[in-house]
């Protein structure tokens, strides 16, 4: 790790961290997250998940981990709203999942469906392109 001169803070060259290389990429980036925390609010209010409890949508093409007490793993899953409608060979789940639903391949990558990251904090997303990196304090 680089150390940052307190006169590099001051000028605006400690923008490097996160990809940003100048107060302008600093300020494309703050906007993304913005945007990102904005519209990840707008698709958790109850009106969108009620638009999208009708789609049923098949997870398949990859190994689906269940969590279930059998340490389960099958090879698609069907969603419905915000609920797990069916689990299982890809065969039975497009089955339950009829004729109207959504197909996502995940090219042979696991998914835990309910899995939920804990620690992300959509108010703190923001300020994450303003953390300058001080490098190792002694």
């Not at 100048?22 to 993304?32: Q, V």
């Not at 279930?68 to 497009?94: C, T, W």
Request: proline fraction near 5%; charge should be positive.
């Amino acid at each position: 790790m680089s150390r940052i001169a307190a006169s590099d803070l001051q000028n605006g060259a400690a923008f490097c961290r996160h990809g940003a290389r100048s107060p302008a990429d600093a300020r494309r980036r703050e906007f993304l997250q913005t945007a990102a925390a904005v519209a990840g609010a707008v698709a958790l209010s109850p009106g969108m998940a009620a638009a999208q409890s009708a789609v049923t949508t098949v997870v398949k093409g990859g190994t689906v981990l269940p969590v279930d007490a059998q340490f389960s793993q099958v090879q698609a899953m069907a969603i419905r709203g915000n609920k797990v409608l069916a689990v299982g060979s890809e065969a039975d789940v497009m089955k339950a999942a009829g004729p109207n639903a959504k197909g996502v391949d995940v090219s042979g990558k696991t998914v835990l469906p309910g899995f939920i990251e804990p620690h992300m904090h959509f108010a703190l997303l923001g300020a994450v392109g303003y953390w300058p990196d001080l490098g190792v304090l002694h």
